[in-house]
């Protein structure tokens, strides 16, 4: 160990927590870090109420600063490089300093490969229109906070109703504009069970956002008068001022493709347990690679903050010599859509249904405070539970108050492996402003019990 | 079981919960319930919020009228009922009706005893002054809003800082009234670790409320010119409108005693798991019995809501031929004290020390939210873990944002038996609004097995 270059390939929350895990481990270890962006270690989940002005400033989100990590923690971060190849079978890579334009070569005896997500375009809309934005890093909001302060748009489309774009919905109702959502299918937040979307339209609704279904882009293009026109398949036209972009993310895994590496679900970076890649000496976590799933035992694709965090404390303890194992997800969300929160975690019906699973779905209203105690309004939750044995396998929910931290109790059971009975039997907290005597989470897992036996 | 009669004597959450689970399981059974008082299942934990105002009418904590236990339930409530005697040698009770005077003999075939528990009084405090107030029912809760109507007083006087007499200021503050709180020690609900207490001294003295230390009463009286003195055994002498006592409960089980039941854990009913008492057909439960705590693996009596409910349900079940056993409590509670909330589950340092277990504490502080997003503000937790294996015993938490249903991670976690690393791997939600990446229970964990082990 003790001489040994760690070299990190995109300083995501995978990249720089596997760093300074290793550095703090090992300090005699040389740690640097390559980057595209100007930033690093930043609250990309900020970037809505950086835009909305609930967070003063863009760069309010960053955590600790290049200056800092390098102060503090002895990494030497290089922003605006790009890592153009790596080597593996000569332990190198090529990167190119942006600023100054020359390329140099690096050794590496271990290699963290962390570059992260990238936004999906969505065939029929051209991303380098001006008036076109994606909600990928901190130079996207700024861009978009800019030209919010500039043009004074009126109208927003937003593509897409997943998380981005259900939150830059609020983001940009909040700053002021008229906005439209699109969604292909017929819901919004498709991936939720339709419980939880219908409440989210409810929401928007409430709140004056349009929400356009059955919306297939088919081209975007700038009218004479300014803005931006999106054609849809099926003939209509929406015009805006921006359109912004929310139509999920896939993997950055070209570059570990090009070095060799295998490449797992939906095109993320293949990784075991330790978070190693087909080669040894290099290992991936984060947005960019497949994530070990609890419950389904076996590695799938879902980009989040949490696990990319955990899974780099993983490769930081084995960069080093550790035989640290990632414990697993369990696809646990959280999203504020204005007034509503939305959360889940496990498996969805289709997931459960998918593995195999003879899965039934129990849904219940529960008020989330004392039923006489002012700001309690009910929670829905949808459990998913395995038919015959009871094991539940996921839960999600939705409602004005108390669902964030709510559906944790549910994480917390399921990744104990706790029954409906054993959940139902749970000593939760009651006090009239928090909760009615029988928790939602109580009430659910009883309803659920009998529904099942 | 098809004819038998059950008789409630103290129609509390349990005596309530017992009857109605018992007849949905055997509705052929006949079910009769006693009271002192005029109202039935009510949410007592809400009398704070209808004195301040907060909740409308103290009427409105009633959740179901003995009306529609009668209609909807098949369940005959008698209020205003002194059960006076029990004979468990004939299977019989004597009843007072005390709005017609006359006396009845009824024959049981199963008895449920559920009197609750009564607030004591503490020596040189005469509970017979019109301006001295307890909180133990809608009653007294009448009394007093009453008092605050017609009165008009201005200034109060609370002995106790436990839960009742914390929230109490709030409430009294609330309605516009200069408050005092005494305490015979140094510190407000003084169970809670240090941490906590002084949390909360800080939040009272913020909101304008006195707390008067190292205050035992010595005598009350009535001057003159009207209101109430509390004169101190040090000779300080308090004088105010009205004087509310909060110095905690006792089981009301004289009538149980009485009738030959053997007594237990601070004079509370003794019962078993299946909440038998020491005779087979009187079963009991609630704030006049012991409870079974989980972690201890013994009877304890820590009288609290949910677990007077849930022992209801087993009693309702073994009441017609089940064999339910109670699964215990972790004594998790919560309180709002103005603007902070107040949460612990499990055991207490001194607790767990008078076990003989080799507990630590260790104590972290954590923001609620994203440190950027607005409304974040610090968690102070407070873990208990055994020294050695590490495992965890108890938490407590006290902060302005996010603690009510985040001490229930901790509880699910504790009732799954999860070892720290296990509660430091949870998959837990994060977005901005609600959670930093790292939340705090993952922080607290993170931080306790560096320490512990």
Request: glycine share 12%.
């Amino acid at each position: 160990v003790s001489s040994q270059r760690i070299v990190v390939v995109g300083a995501d929350a995978t990249g720089m927590s596997a760093a300074s895990r290793a550095k703090r481990r090992a300090p005699e270890i040389q740690v640097e870090a390559y980057d595209l962006g100007r930033y690093v270690s930043y609250g990309a989940c900020g970037i809505p109420y950086a835009v909305s002005g609930e967070v003063g400033r863009v760069e309010d989100l960053v955590v600790i600063s290049p200056d800092r990590f390098r102060e503090e923690r002895g990494i030497e971060v290089f922003t605006r490089h790009l890592v153009e190849r790596i080597v593996p079978a000569e332990k190198k890579i090529l990167v190119r300093d942006l600023a100054a334009g020359r390329v140099k070569e690096r050794a590496y005896d271990k290699l963290v490969f962390s570059t992260g997500a990238e936004p999906i375009t969505p065939k029929g809309i051209d991303p380098g229109l001006e008036e076109v934005f994606f909600i990928r890093n901190l130079e996207d909001a700024q861009r978009l906070k800019s030209f919010l302060a500039e043009r004074k748009p009126g109208r927003a489309v937003i593509v897409g109703a997943g998380y981005i774009g259900l939150e830059m919905a609020e983001s940009l109702a909040k700053a002021g504009l008229r906005v439209q959502v699109t969604v292909r299918g017929e819901r919004v937040l498709s991936s939720a069970e339709e419980e939880i979307s219908s409440a989210l339209a409810g929401e928007l609704k409430r709140q004056g956002v349009e929400l356009v279904t059955g919306a297939v882009p088919k081209a975007t293009e700038r009218p004479a008068r300014g803005g931006v026109r999106l054609e849809l398949m099926d003939g209509r036209e929406l015009t805006a001022d921006l359109l912004l972009v929310g139509a999920g993310v896939r993997p950055r895994s070209e570059l570990a493709e090009e070095a060799g590496l295998k490449l797992g679900v939906k095109g993320a970076v293949a990784v075991d347990r330790l978070q190693r890649t087909s080669d040894p000496d290099i290992f991936s976590g984060g947005d960019c690679a497949e994530a070990y799933h609890r419950l389904l035992g076996r590695n799938t694709y879902v980009p989040l903050a949490l696990g990319a965090n955990r899974q780099g404390r993983v490769i930081g303890d084995n960069l080093v010599g550790g035989k640290s194992e990632f414990p697993g997800i369990l696809a646990t969300t959280v999203t504020k859509v204005f007034d509503l929160t939305a959360a889940r975690t496990g498996l969805s019906l289709r997931e459960a249904r998918e593995e195999g699973l003879e899965a039934v779905k129990v849904v219940t209203k529960a008020p989330s405070r004392a039923s006489y105690y002012p700001g309690s309004s009910p929670i829905t939750t949808c459990l998913i539970a395995e038919k015959g044995t009871g094991r539940p396998l996921g839960a999600q929910m939705v409602g004005l108050d108390g669902v964030a931290k709510r559906i944790d109790i549910w994480g917390t059971a399921l990744s104990a492996g706790l029954s409906l009975e054993e959940i139902g039997d749970l000593d939760l907290a009651y006090a009239p402003p928090y909760s009615p005597v029988w928790d939602p989470v109580l009430v659910t897992a009883g309803v659920a019990l009998k529904k099942i036996s």
